[in-house]
């Protein structure tokens, strides 16, 4: 499990850039929204483990992965809610909100069947708020297209983190979240990508 995290995190840390801290992305910057896996490395950081993507609690680091995911749908989805310009951006961003409300309720329950149970951190990384705020300065179409490239990005991310964790996690309830969970982001991948 480990090892498929650790990979899954060093390919999509070799495919990007660094972390500044920037409210337009440069050619350089890292995607927008390829959040969960970075925020896997960023927890072990957090728990005191020196090696990206070597996990000290994989289990707590893969549910506070994916809370801040759903955090971060959710609010970037609400803002696009308010902010989009087409009705096709207002829908798919309305059914995101609810989906990863679902989805959230749907971890928090999988964690709690963990022994020792586990509680979701939903605290969004560094990036996800500057992609936040990104997203916030912009209007129009620009806003569709810059919504809907965070939201390809973003679900690319969490889908490879799940099959990951689905195939080799290591708490049994959220392995099976993640089993669950992953065609429900795949499908979301190809809406995203259709906007």
Request: aromatic residues 4%.
């Amino acid at each position: 499990m480990k090892n498929a995290i650790c990979l899954a995190v060093s390919i999509i840390a070799l495919g990007i850039g660094g972390c500044d801290k920037k409210t337009e992305p440069s050619p350089n910057s890292e995607a927008p929204g390829s959040d969960l896996a970075a925020s896997i490395d960023a927890t072990a950081t957090a728990t005191g483990n020196d090696q990206p993507g070597q996990a000290v609690n994989s289990g707590q680091e893969f549910a506070n992965a994916a809370a801040a995911s759903d955090a971060f749908e959710i609010a970037t989805s609400k803002l696009a809610a308010s902010k989009g310009a087409s009705a096709k951006t207002k829908q798919f961003a309305q059914e995101m909100v609810k989906a990863h409300t679902d989805s959230t309720a749907k971890l928090k329950a999988a964690a709690a069947k963990a022994s020792p149970q586990i509680t979701p951190a939903a605290q969004m990384t560094a990036q996800q708020q500057d992609t936040l705020q990104m997203l916030g300065t912009k209007s129009g179409a620009e806003f569709d297209r810059a919504y809907a490239q965070t939201q390809v990005d973003a679900h690319q991310a969490t889908l490879t983190v799940l099959e990951g964790y689905s195939a080799t996690g290591n708490v049994p309830s959220l392995k099976a979240f993640a089993a669950q969970i992953r065609p429900v982001v795949a499908a979301h991948l190809d809406m995203a990508k259709a906007l």
